[in-house]
């Protein structure tokens, strides 16, 4: 059985809902890919399924042979689904994955304009890791010997998928335009608070820079910092500014960050405001938030730190680089040497960023101490009020155990050594909910956080 509930935050559906499943795509159908590109000519929203149970060359040798000009599903979402029943291919999941990895690859490259999703769904229950926009999902097989089961199973997944679909572009912010003016802020200039009035600057600092968009409101006794999760540099233009539109429904003054460090390369899916050798960006854009603050007349008490994912991570590490800070993080990267994608996000980072992929034994300690937000704390001497909270289900990327309960062990190890940090109140919240599509490791919903915001605002009041 699938819970309901935890599909209705995924990217895709078409426009018209009513839309039979079977009438525009099916399982091991010749002609999938040609009534799927067929069917965006019949829907507002940029939509696209193809379903795939042949071997993975014949995914590719498809798209080769369909006439179309790649160019015309520029801003589409498209959503490719690799089915894979090892009982009857007879052959290694492990082979069957590095294929359809290919597979992918060779699908984003076509459709380079294009949002490329790629489902890889297998009877066998296995931990892959799995590039940027590429998922897998378990279908469980019963023992009943009902024909066809696989394939009437996968079919359901997909319709469900397909009908519970918010509609809408590429994010969910497109089309919904900001109309900011954009303040560009010298090397030694303040910078100027607008208020009630949304702006982004570029503010230059150490001859790097620092975009914000902010929407400070002049009645608001609160500042609300969002940090900036993972994204797809091919699909995006930077700076991007996370949640934007949120500070529109927030009573509360609100700056939306954008992490410098991506613009080093542009591979990089996440930053984490490491900065480079000689610049330590986290510092820089706390120092350009107590300044903003200082000018809206607030202390740091009044600032809380907010993020997801990477966005957790930044959120920490800044709210502990400025005293009486707090924070609420989601499902947070807390220590990137234990992270588990070290081949193709950490090491790539400390590669531009600092110089050495090898980061763990040629870098020095005060490079490698930006990587741990435990480390960071201590750097700085100040432990944030800090309001956890994480999804039970976090297992993929190793967070519940890597990143939620070693960070949990360092903060204890802390209090140990440095007294002073004991009076930190620190809140944790579980939740449990599954993706099919992204596991347990993605962001609570926009009414969900928000309401743990002000459930942050008034303990730490």
């Not at 597979?103 to 999703?117: A, G, L, M, P, T």
């Not at 949640?243 to 996440?270: F, G, N």
């Not at 588990?340 to 790539?348: F, L």
């Not at 741990?372 to 519940?400: M, R, W």
Request: glycine share 6%.
């Amino acid at each position: 059985m699938i819970d309901v509930e935890s599909i209705d935050e995924l990217l895709y559906r078409p426009y018209d809902s009513t839309i039979a499943v079977d009438s525009f795509f099916g399982v091991d159908s010749g002609k999938t890919v040609e009534q799927s590109l067929t069917s965006l000519d019949k829907e507002e929203a940029p939509f696209c399924l193809g379903l795939f149970s042949g071997k993975a060359n014949s995914i590719t040798a498809s798209l080769d042979e369909v006439d179309f000009n790649f160019d015309d599903f520029s801003d589409k979402r498209i959503l490719f689904v690799r089915t894979c029943k090892t009982s009857d291919i007879k052959v290694s999941i492990d082979d069957e994955l590095k294929q359809a990895v290919d597979v992918f690859s060779y699908i984003k490259r076509k459709f380079i304009n294009s949002e490329c999703k790629f489902l890889f769904l297998t009877d066998s229950l296995f931990k892959p890791m799995m590039p940027e926009g590429m998922y897998y999902a378990h279908i469980r097989i019963g023992n009943d010997g009902k024909p066809n089961e696989f394939e009437r199973i996968v079919m359901g997944k997909l319709g469900l998928i397909v009908k519970l679909q918010k509609e809408g572009g590429l994010t969910k912010t497109r089309g919904m335009p900001y109309y900011a003016k954009n303040v560009l802020v010298g090397e030694n200039e303040l910078v100027p608070v607008n208020f009630d009035e949304e702006t982004t600057y570029s503010i230059v600092r150490k001859k790097a820079t620092f975009d914000i968009f902010t929407n400070i409101k002049s009645n608001s006794k609160k500042l609300i910092v969002f940090g900036q999760s993972a994204l797809d540099q091919s699909s995006v233009s930077l700076p991007v500014f996370r949640r934007w539109s949120w500070s529109r429904e927030i009573d509360h003054s609100c700056i939306v960050l954008s992490d410098p460090t991506l613009l080093l390369d542009k591979k990089l899916e996440a930053g984490w405001f490491v900065g480079t050798k000689d610049h330590y960006y986290t510092e820089t854009m706390a120092e350009i938030i107590s300044e903003i603050s200082k000018s809206m007349g607030l202390s740091h008490t009044d600032i809380i730190f907010m993020g997801a994912s990477a966005g957790g991570f930044t959120s920490m590490s800044m709210a502990a680089h400025l005293k009486g800070a707090s924070c609420l993080v989601d499902v947070p990267q807390t220590d990137l040497t234990e992270y588990v994608y070290q081949h193709n996000a950490i090491q790539p980072l400390t590669e531009v960023a600092f110089g050495s992929r090898d980061y763990q034994s040629q870098l020095p300690a005060n490079l490698t101490d930006r990587l741990s937000v435990s480390k960071v704390i201590e750097k700085t001497g100040y432990c944030p009020n800090i309001y956890f909270l994480q999804n039970s289900n976090d297992f993929s990327a190793g967070h519940v155990e890597n990143q939620f309960s070693n960070f949990m062990g360092g903060l204890g190890a802390l209090w140990r050594k440095y007294p002073s940090m004991r009076s930190a109140k620190i809140i944790c919240e579980s939740y449990d909910r599954f993706h099919l599509l992204k596991g347990g490791h993605f962001p609570l919903s926009k009414r969900k956080t928000l309401f743990y915001l002000e459930r942050a605002i008034q303990a730490f009041s």
